[in-house]
């Protein structure tokens, strides 16, 4: 089997704000039924960046604005998804 997933991005509309998901398929069998269904699992949103390219961009220019006003503990949370998807881009290719 494939230890890395063929990913997807696919939007979404979320509370009527247009997002972005990076994430991959797969199939599961419903257990009561025995059928299979195809489901979307996400790795990360990348809100409104339309593509990962966009949002590797934009994410590390807010980390430092982030820091520069002191909201450490936001920049921490966005520099942990930054590398989480540099991780997915990088390892992807």
Known sequence: ????????????????????????????????????????????????QENPQQALSAWSEEVGRLREVGREKRAGWLQRKLDRLQDLTEGGR
């Not at 997807?8 to 025995?34: D, I, N």
């Open 1 to 48: 089997m494939n230890d890395k997933p063929n990913l997807k991005k696919r939007k979404v509309l979320s509370g009527g704000t247009p997002s972005h998901q990076l994430g991959y398929y797969e199939m599961r069998t419903q257990h009561s039924t025995g059928r299979r269904r195809s489901y979307f699992t996400v790795l990360v949103n990348l809100d409104e």
